[in-house]
């Protein structure tokens, strides 16, 4: 492992009398796209005091590593870490947090996100009330076909609900979110004592043993009794997936992951709504396949699918209701919901990606992070 001069002495003293942000954008093999995710923060109406670029095992010649400081950030460079995202960002957390005050914040955000021009300055001013971290709330970018389009949908109604539940965040994504220094030097020392799950994870600030390291550190922020916000203004553009398999990669591990923290945790305070929401897309899926069956015995024997009045007025309010949460998303993302074949063939990949996930941790099956 190979380390540059310490960040601590790199960083510029605070004469403003506010609270500092420091931005950590994670990269490995990023050099197409760091670029635009370093110009975004510098677009900020509150830029943030430093930037720096934490590159992990790299393999490009370098080449993520200087375009991050053609681009104007430090870089922290890095080499031999086994730990993935969260063994990089532990390390370079422990190097930048002794000098940052409780109140000061940390950025932490993916390589191939680009932020709203207005979301430190939107993140930072929410700051209060016991909130912990603020977390983004994430459109997917433009491109990608039919795909692309879907996930851009699913991405805009987990916006819309975010906005329906007083833009409380479900999870910190890691394309973007904001800590408060106190809360994640907490968060560190809540592991060491064992007060965070119950496997571990190490003894740092994100933990080594999951998956999905932004829903473990949600939990963990919740835990110790920290409010966590996705202010509808906190917007940010990230990547989406071209292929089918590249999707159900990242869709394997999103789900593992989930269910592991779950497992990890156990059932709390803080982990029962999540508890609850595995649940109901277990009963949604199981109830969505019965559908299905019935649909495809119906025209078998039948030849036919009878009319219902109650059946066909509940399907034209789910029509409604799938067009009016993506409806800010334009006139593409509103046909595709108005075709209802499509997106219901979307939900039952969903659905499989869902019991594989679950299939697998029932037995054991070791998972492995893939890089998407």
Same mark, same amino acid.
């Given at each position: ?11 510029? $003293?605070?004469?403003? $009398? ?51 400081? !053609?681009? /104007? ?6 080499? =031999? ?12 957390? #422990? ?5 940052? !005050?409780?109140? !000061? ?15 430190? #300055? ?9 909130? /912990? ?20 949908? #699913? *991405? ?17 994504? $890691? ?24 496997? /571990?994870? =190490?003894?740092? *600030? ?8 932004? !829903?473990?550190? &949600? ?25 089918l398999p590249a999707l159900w990669n990242q869709r394997i591990r999103w789900q ?11 059932? &709390?305070?803080? &982990? ?7 649940i109901m897309m277990g009963l949604g899926a199981l109830a969505f396949g019965l ?37 800010? =998303? ?43």
């Amino acid at each position: 492992m190979t380390m540059p001069m310490p960040i601590s002495d790199q960083l510029p $003293g605070d004469g403003r $009398g506010r609270r500092r942000v420091l931005a950590l954008i994670p990269a490995r093999n990023e050099s197409e796209r760091i670029g635009a995710a370093i110009a975004g923060l510098y677009a900020q109406t509150l830029v943030p005091d430093e930037i720096i670029a934490v590159t992990n095992n790299c393999t490009d010649n370098h080449a993520t590593a200087i375009v991050a400081r !053609d681009a /104007g950030a430090a870089v922290l460079d890095l080499h =031999g870490v086994v730990a993935k995202k969260a063994g990089a960002l532990n390390l370079a957390l #422990e190097e930048i947090l002794p000098d940052l !005050d409780g109140d !000061d914040l940390v950025l932490i955000q993916d390589a191939d996100t680009v932020l709203n021009p207005a979301f430190v #300055e939107h993140a930072s001013a929410a700051m209060r009330r016991r909130v /912990g971290a603020v977390g983004g709330v994430f459109y997917g970018e433009a491109g990608g076909g039919l795909l692309g389009q879907l996930q851009r949908n #699913e *991405y805009h109604r987990y916006a819309w609900e975010i906005a329906r539940n007083g833009d409380r965040a479900v999870v910190l994504t $890691g394309t973007a979110s904001l800590f408060r220094v106190r809360v994640l030097r907490q968060i560190r020392a809540a592991r060491i004592s064992g007060k965070l799950g119950k496997r /571990g994870g =190490g003894t740092s *600030y994100y933990s080594l043993a999951s998956l999905t390291e932004d !829903d473990e550190i &949600t939990k963990a922020v919740k835990t110790l009794r920290y409010r966590t916000v996705s202010p509808a203004k906190c917007t940010v553009t990230t990547e989406v997936m071209d292929t089918l398999p590249a999707l159900w990669n990242q869709r394997i591990r999103w789900q593992r992951g989930a269910l592991e923290n779950l497992r990890d945790y156990g059932l &709390t305070r803080v &982990t029962a709504p999540y508890f609850g929401k595995q649940i109901m897309m277990g009963l949604g899926a199981l109830a969505f396949g019965l559908y299905l069956a019935f649909v495809v015995l119906e025209l078998y024997y039948l030849g036919t699918i009878g009319f219902s009045p109650f059946w066909t007025a509940l399907g034209v309010v789910f029509v409604v209701e799938k067009v009016v949460s993506v409806w800010r =998303g334009g006139w593409r993302a509103r046909l595709i919901a108005c075709v209802l074949v499509i997106e219901l063939a979307y939900d039952l990949f969903q659905h499989a990606v869902y019991f594989r996930a679950l299939i697998d941790l029932m037995l054991r099956r070791e998972e492995h992070w893939v890089a998407t």
